[in-house]
């Protein structure tokens, strides 16, 4: 096997500082973007899927993201960021407001923690935001993992190495 | 003076008859219907264009260092999700089912998530059957929001391995609210 089909990590802990903000990532919604995340996440529910359900019975303006949807795009948003070796420990999303059809959802974060952890594993705290307009949605704090040198993997941790609360003092 | 659900919707009484609910179990471990696959993962990837090779390609994942496929740690509640399947008659009763069916019968029938905190403890590869144990956290007393009067229900979600091994763990929240009782239109500002 070549060696450039090992792939090596594209972002390490140390090309990251506090204050860093990352690429934005624009998606325009529309239905489909909203039933098929819920359909590919088993979220059944007609909210989710039922325009006429979630405007007659719930009293919304329309189908609206369902959680396991937005919870996949925070993810996608941050690891197109960190690369393949950025390992998501904990993400805490709060939905102030529901994202429907004809909504220009717009991803961004800035990085508010950089440190590694009492077993070794180098972590990036994040906050980020999913606008809509000039409307904060849903706002979210992440806590990923990312290698502190090129021989590093998070993805490599297991048991007590592995701390994706935060119980372990950082440092 | 009615003592029914709908008539005590509001009150103290019925806050605490929700609160019963606090601490309780909702019933059995939930067996995912299937094991970790690869077409779901697909499915998932292909909604939102998600390219990250580990979860859909084999060749590409044989070479991380995972060895094999993953799923995508955010999918962590999909595949334990009941769909549209009945419960079981006989699985001795859910508590946050009976709790929502409580606020449904007063009026809350409106739901929206509002909460999400995941937490990944583990990779979870092809072929795992996971479960779940989902335990009532909170409910709080009646609040007027933007969207209508209800309560917020917290829920924590303990999923497992075959083993019983810790995958992961997550806190939802949910507002179950009365329809038509918003201070603002549902809307928000979008769909326009």
């Keep these: 096997m070549s060696a450039a089909a090992v792939p090596v990590p594209s972002r390490l802990l140390g090309d990251v500082s506090v204050g860093d903000e990352l690429p934005e990532l624009a998606v325009d919604v529309t239905a489909t973007t909203v039933v098929l995340g819920a ?5 059944w529910r007609p909210q989710h899927h039922d325009h006429h359900f979630a ?24 690891t197109d960021w ?31 923690g950089v440190a590694t952890d009492a077993t070794g594993c180098g972590w990036v705290d994040l906050d ?13 704090t992440a806590r990923v993992a990312l290698p502190v040198d090129p021989s590093d993997n998070p993805w490599r941790r297991h048991g007590d190495r592995w701390d994706p609360g935060g119980a372990a003092a950082a440092s | 003076m009615s003592a029914d659900a709908a ?5 103290g009484a019925f806050h ?11 019933g059995p471990a939930e067996v995912a219907p299937d094991e970790v696959n690869q077409a779901m ?50 699985d001795g009763g859910n508590a946050r089912d009976d709790l929502y069916a409580m606020l449904d019968d007063a009026g809350f029938t409106g739901v929206v998530a509002t909460d999400c905190r995941q937490t990944y403890h583990r990779e979870v590869h092809l072929g795992d059957r996971l479960r779940v144990v989902t335990t009532v956290e909170s409910v709080s007393p009646e609040k007027h929001t933007a969207l209508g009067i209800g309560h917020f229900v917290t ?38």
């Design chain 1, 39 to 43: 359909l590919a996440s088993r979220d």
């Design chain 1, 55 to 78: 405007t007659e019975r719930n009293g919304l303006a329309d189908i609206f993201l369902n959680t396991p949807n937005q919870a996949a795009w925070f993810e996608r948003f941050i």
């Design chain 1, 82 to 112: 960190t690369g393949p070796f950025g390992r998501p420990g904990r993400m805490t999303f709060r939905m102030r407001t529901s994202v429907f059809p004809g909504d220009r959802m717009v991803f961004g974060a800035t990085v508010t």
């Design chain 1, 128 to 140: 980020v935001a999913l606008r809509v307009g000039d409307r904060v949605a849903t706002t979210c």
């Design chain 2, 7 to 11: 008539g005590d919707a509001g009150t």
């Design chain 2, 16 to 26: 605490d008859r929700l609160r019963a609910f606090e601490g309780k179990t909702a």
């Design chain 2, 41 to 90: 993962i697909r499915h998932m990837c292909e909604a939102l264009g998600d390219e990250n090779p580990v979860y859909v390609d084999p060749e590409a994942a044989a070479r991380s260092v995972h060895g094999e496929v993953v799923a995508p740690p955010t999918m962590l509640q999909v595949w334990t999700m009941r769909g549209l399947r009945p419960r079981p008659p006989d």
């Design chain 2, 155 to 192: 829920t924590r979600m303990s999923y497992l391995d075959a083993a019983d091994e810790p995958v992961g763990d997550m806190l939802f929240r949910v507002l179950k609210f009365r329809p038509g009782t918003g201070r603002v239109a549902p809307s928000g500002t979008g769909s326009a």
